[in-house]
């Protein structure tokens, strides 16, 4: 049984925060296999600093960090133990080229551990320019010299025509041909004398963007076939055809009744296995065999808008699992990073802030806590140029002694919880020339520094529960 509640607010998760550290060391985010290398280059100095925010006091919320956005919660009957099991029994599920485990696909199923952006509804029109796509294609050296270069156009048309994002569309045509310079998306020729199951088609060049039929078993034949046979004879052809044979099978599913909006849905068929009680055969429906293909397709997503500045609107389907918590939408995320050069923690709600800091080489450590929409407690972000990292206080004092010091005031990050729900601990390394802050809510990470020496500067400020 399924039970849909929406709501609207600004985004947030209620996630186990992940932390940079030998003992609390987070997953690395890597590019795609096939992805620009120079799209993943790691940062030289640890004076980097992420794009300024604004500075007006009189709205301090700069709209590049807080957007209001819908979303909803479906409620599944099954538990995500049911949906692991059921997943692994099938043998199929690869993480990185080998079979994946049992708690590999459970931690890529559960929505606390993976990117909010995986459950981005990509019905929902992307809000980009075809020069906004041409521009984040353009931004790596695969992108220009493969056959997308241009296409940004088609893409958008792909968008109105078939009623799926332009951002999700080149995100996919990307992670599955390197930027378009795979084999096939380079185009294979026909010559029109080879039957293909039975048939032979006009003579000519054919492309696939998007992997479709390119089976594990024989990927090249597969998707040079399933090319031929529906027509797709120039860049255009397949992104169009692609767009469309993902929106009738997915997206807008029109044999059966269960469509799938997100990329999380289109990787995992939940909802059938929901109906059906998690029995065998279930969940057969799924794009990829990769348990992290969603991760991949939703960090190039975030990238489409942060190569353009701009912050996404998505409106979010999240599945709650029986018996398992839920990303929630009632306030604000903070996503937090860690730099491995430069040892410096960051923090923001931005997706273009996020996005650009992990293509350079930051790693990402999840949502550390979530701060309410508002308060009468703002907390101020400052940045030391000279030292290369940042600061966040409560206190106006001390904001002000850092700026006659030389730090630039960088406005208000976000906001405590008037009603002190979930602490936020400080802590200061002496020894540190560079990250000498550390900001958590556990106090398990808390202790384990001070233990290493750190100083316990008592609570920073406070979430919301």
Not at 48 to 56: I, V
Not at 196 to 222: K, M, R, V, W
Not at 377 to 389: E, I
Request: charged fraction near 15%; include cysteine; aromatic fraction near 12%.
């Amino acid at each position: 049984m399924k039970r849909t509640i929406a709501l609207l607010a600004t985004v947030c998760l209620l996630a186990c925060l992940a932390v940079s550290s030998t003992a609390y060391a987070a997953e690395v985010v890597t590019g795609p296999e096939d992805a620009d290398e120079s799209s993943y280059e790691t940062i030289d100095t640890a004076e980097y600093t992420p794009q300024a925010l604004e500075e007006d006091t009189s709205d301090p919320l700069s709209s590049l960090r807080l957007q209001s956005t819908s979303g909803s919660v479906t409620y599944l009957s099954i538990s995500i133990e049911q949906m692991a099991s059921l997943e692994y029994a099938k043998g199929t599920n690869k993480y990185g080229g080998s079979t994946a485990t049992y708690s590999q696909i459970l931690n890529a199923l559960d929505p606390n551990n993976v990117s909010l952006s995986e459950f981005a509804d990509i019905t929902v029109a992307s809000g980009l320019t075809a020069s906004q796509i041409d521009a984040f294609i353009d931004s790596t050296s695969k992108g220009r010299s493969g056959t997308l270069h241009g296409m940004g156009y088609a893409f958008i048309k792909a968008e109105q025509m078939y009623g799926v994002s332009a951002a999700y569309l080149v995100a996919h045509a990307v992670l599955e041909s390197g930027w378009g310079t795979s084999t096939l998306a380079r185009g294979y020729y026909y010559d029109g004398s080879i039957a293909i199951e039975g048939t032979t088609y006009s003579a000519g060049t054919y492309y696939n963007f998007f992997g479709i039929g390119a089976y594990d078993s024989s990927p090249l034949s597969g998707g040079r076939s399933m090319a031929v046979q529906n027509g797709w004879n120039s860049p255009e052809a397949a992104i169009l055809g692609g767009a469309k044979w993902i929106s009738t099978r997915y997206v807008h599913r029109v044999y059966d009744s269960y469509a799938a909006p997100t990329i999380y849905n289109m990787r995992w068929d939940y909802n059938r296995a929901n109906d059906y009680g998690c029995s065998s055969g279930s969940a057969w429906h799924e794009y990829a065999t990769d348990v992290q293909w969603p991760e991949s397709i939703a960090n190039l997503m975030d990238s489409v808008y942060a190569k353009n500045n701009v912050e996404p609107s998505y409106a979010y389907i999240i599945p709650c699992y029986s018996g398992s918590s839920v990303p929630s939408l009632n306030g604000v995320a903070m996503y937090r990073l860690y730099n491995p050069n430069g040892g410096e923690h960051f923090y923001t709600s931005s997706v273009v802030e996020r996005s650009n800091l992990v293509s350079l080489g930051w790693q990402q450590e999840g949502i550390g806590w979530i701060a309410p929409n508002s308060s009468s407690t703002p907390v101020y972000r400052l940045y030391n140029p000279n030292g290369g990292d940042h600061h966040y206080t409560l206190s106006a004092e001390e904001r002000d002694g850092l700026v006659e010091l030389g730090w630039r005031y960088e406005g208000i990050g976000w906001y405590s919880d008037d009603s002190k729900s979930v602490p936020l601990y400080r802590q200061y390394n002496p020894n540190a020339t560079s990250g000498s802050h550390n900001f958590t809510t556990s106090a398990e990470e808390r202790d384990w520094l001070i233990s290493l020496g750190w100083n316990d500067e008592g609570i920073a400020w406070y979430g919301i529960s």
